[in-house]
């Protein structure tokens, strides 16, 4: 009796255990990490999800909203346009970046690497804050128009949808080229000389053998450039495009106001789509061999180009960069300028548009350091929490944190703006009188959510790069895991822990599609909203250009930094190494 007394005492102890258990503190993080993302990312988003589904008058569910949409003339052709600013807008960006990607990657070319630089820089400006600028190059009346006017010529190029086409394939272009070039630069080049042995030249060549082998980074950048152009909402309003989805999304909810089931059908339709192209792409490269059988070209050198090739590939690379970089040149010149108006140039130059711009913009500016800095702050701390319990535990379901962070990038701004609108709304702060959805902090708030996937990444990177094995021996000298975290795996991940801090503050920096919805008092408003208040009349666009060009300073300093972190790290790593 007294031996089964003793062996069922540890029976019992291991069922309390289980029933209840003592979390560690990597658990508790989990969990707390788990709970924020369900209820600031997760919940908003289901929530503006199934009010799609619901009948305003009943409460029950229902596709009567949706037969509603598409019985509007309006939303149809919303809908459309959406559809077709993006594939031409692909299309496009395809024009200007499969020239510069090939050129530059297959064939031996004096400035590749410059060439490559400046066909970034476009992705350092947000695109609503050149639309304005290149209206003035392009408009009806603008620089290029008037020029042509001599002949009689001109050309629309920024009238209606054809406007919202141009800025965005150019301000996204980049993607396509980043990943194209890489694609191009991985292809065995015995193969491009087996296939020039068998006959085929020019077009046909690349037609039949070097496209097909870099359908996967052309397919990866394309349907970056397809959702991004379908959910923005800053280009089209700017250039008062409001027959598009995402528009509409905004005006229905922000005119007649968040019980509008209109907005939540548009809202669900862009998440759905942003899904499908995501999808899409991965479905078309499923089952299907890129592999080559060298990597970079199997030790051949690449092509040299003749005198006359020489000629022809420069004018058609620097024409490419001149209207890529057109929105940068055309900024500063309004920035710069006094009257831009039905002229090709301003006519004259001046500062006070810079002055005007820090006498106004000086709460625009403060919010945005201080909505910036703190998502920032918040999102390294998660992003390094979230890429130590993914990488170094063994909790169950812990890959779903980071499924669940970069569920981010599928989700619209304006529609995490409309889910907090109707999800916080009803919520009142504590001490603060007001609601969330109304209060400061919920902009700061979204600039995390959307910006955590970036300093995801770069933590993740930074950590997969401490050996396990320095971990394992600061345990056996004592150390526990906490005292191991603080002392050994975050200093030796600095470098990404900075490079994503300083991503995520560039790029959270001039977001407008979540904040516009979220802006209660123009006190509250950060940098983007003040460009998009100032570019609202001709007044006070010369001021908003200067406001535009500090936006672009801040991204584009905060890039270079955060590469320059990156670099520094890797070599530091090698070094050691």
Same mark, same amino acid.
């Given at each position: 009796?007294?031996?089964?007394?003793?062996?069922?005492?540890?029976?019992?102890?291991?069922?309390?255990?289980?029933?209840?258990?003592?979390?560690?503190?990597?658990?508790?993080?989990?969990?707390?990490?788990?709970?924020?993302?369900?209820?600031?990312?997760?919940?908003?988003?289901?929530?503006?999800?199934?009010?799609?589904?619901?009948?305003?008058?009943?409460?029950?569910?229902?596709?009567?909203?949706f037969g509603d949409f598409f019985n509007s003339s309006l939303f149809r052709e919303s809908f459309y346009n959406s559809l077709y600013v993006s594939a031409m807008s692909v299309v496009v960006a395809s024009v200007f970046a499969l020239p510069l990607a090939y050129i530059t990657s297959r064939f031996e070319f004096s400035g590749s690497m410059l060439i490559q630089s400046l066909g970034f820089i476009p992705l350092i400006m947000p695109p609503f804050v050149g639309a304005i600028a290149m209206q003035l190059l392009f408009g009806r009346n603008g620089t290029f128009n008037l020029l042509l006017g001599n002949m009689g010529i001109n050309i629309p190029f920024m009238e209606g949808l054809n406007g919202v086409i141009l800025v965005q394939s150019v301000h996204y272009f980049p993607f396509i080229l980043i990943n194209l070039s890489a694609s191009l630069r991985n292809i065995d080049r015995s193969m491009e000389e087996s296939a020039?042995?068998?006959?085929?030249?020019?077009?046909?060549?690349?037609?039949?053998?070097?496209?097909?082998?870099?359908?996967?980074?052309?397919?990866?950048?394309?349907?970056?450039?397809f959702i991004k152009v379908f959910d923005d909402l800053g280009t089209p309003l700017l250039l008062n495009v409001n027959n598009m989805l995402a528009p509409q999304a905004y005006l229905r909810i922000s005119s007649i106001g968040i019980s509008d089931p209109m907005g939540y059908v548009i809202s669900f339709i862009l998440v759905a789509f942003s899904v499908f192209s995501l999808w899409a792409s991965f479905l078309l490269m499923r089952g299907k061999d890129y592999a080559t059988t060298q990597k970079g070209g199997?030790?051949?050198?690449?092509?040299?180009?003749?005198?006359?090739?020489?000629?022809v590939a420069y004018a058609i690379v620097i024409l490419i960069l001149l209207m890529v970089l057109s929105p940068h040149?055309?900024?500063?010149?309004?920035?710069?300028?006094?009257?831009?108006?039905?002229?090709?140039?301003?006519?004259?130059?001046?500062?006070?548009n810079f002055s005007t711009m820090f006498a106004q913009s000086g709460v625009y500016i403060k919010n945005t350091l201080i909505y910036a800095g703190l998502a920032a702050f918040i999102d390294v701390?998660?992003?390094?929490?979230?890429?130590?319990?993914?990488?170094?535990?063994?909790?169950?379901?812990?890959?779903?944190?980071?499924?669940m962070a970069t569920a981010a990038l599928a989700v619209p701004g304006v529609v995490l703006g409309i889910g907090y609108l109707r999800t916080f709304n009803d919520f009142d702060v504590p001490l603060v009188g007001k609601p969330l959805a109304s209060w400061?902090?919920?902009?700061?708030?979204?600039?995390?959510?959307?910006?955590?996937?970036?300093?995801?990444? $770069?933590?993740?990177?930074? +950590?997969?790069?401490? %050996?396990? &094995?320095?971990?394992? !021996?600061?345990?056996? @000298? =004592?150390?526990?895991?906490?005292?191991?975290?603080?002392?050994?795996?975050?200093p030796l991940m600095s470098g990404g822990i900075l490079a994503g801090f300083v991503t995520s503050f560039a790029t959270a920096a001039v977001e407008l599609s979540a904040t516009i919805m979220l802006v209660s008092t123009d006190q509250d408003a950060?940098? $983007?909203?003040?460009?998009? +208040?100032?570019?609202? %009349?001709? &007044?006070?666009?010369? !001021?908003?250009?200067? @406001? =535009?060009?500090?936006?672009?300073?801040?991204?584009?300093?905060?890039?270079?930094?955060?590469?320059?972190?990156i670099d520094r790290d890797r070599k530091h790593r090698t070094g050691e190494r």
């Open positions: 009796m007294t031996h089964q007394s003793a062996g069922a005492a540890p029976a019992r102890r291991r069922l309390t255990d289980v029933l209840f258990p003592k979390f560690s503190g990597t658990v508790l993080a989990a969990i707390f990490i788990a709970t924020l993302l369900f209820g600031f990312l997760i919940l908003p988003v289901a929530k503006v999800i199934y009010v799609a589904f619901v009948d305003p008058q009943t409460g029950g569910l229902t596709l009567q909203n020039q042995n068998l006959g085929a030249h020019g077009i046909r060549l690349f037609r039949r053998v070097v496209f097909p082998l870099a359908a996967p980074g052309y397919l990866a950048g394309a349907s970056l450039v199997g030790g051949l050198s690449r092509r040299k180009l003749s005198t006359r090739e020489n000629i040149i055309a900024l500063a010149l309004l920035a710069f300028g006094t009257i831009w108006s039905y002229s090709p140039l301003p006519d004259a130059y001046t500062l006070d701390i998660l992003a390094t929490a979230i890429a130590y319990i993914v990488l170094r535990t063994k909790i169950i379901g812990r890959q779903w944190l980071d499924y400061w902090v919920i902009i700061m708030v979204a600039l995390t959510i959307r910006r955590l996937p970036y300093a995801l990444r $770069a933590c993740t990177a930074a +950590l997969q790069q401490v %050996s396990i &094995s320095l971990e394992e !021996a600061a345990e056996s @000298l =004592g150390a526990d895991r906490s005292s191991t975290i603080r002392r050994i795996v975050i950060p940098l $983007a909203y003040g460009i998009y +208040l100032f570019m609202q %009349s001709p &007044s006070g666009r010369g !001021a908003g250009a200067a @406001l =535009g060009i500090f936006a672009v300073i801040i991204v584009a300093a905060g890039t270079l930094l955060a590469q320059y972190i």
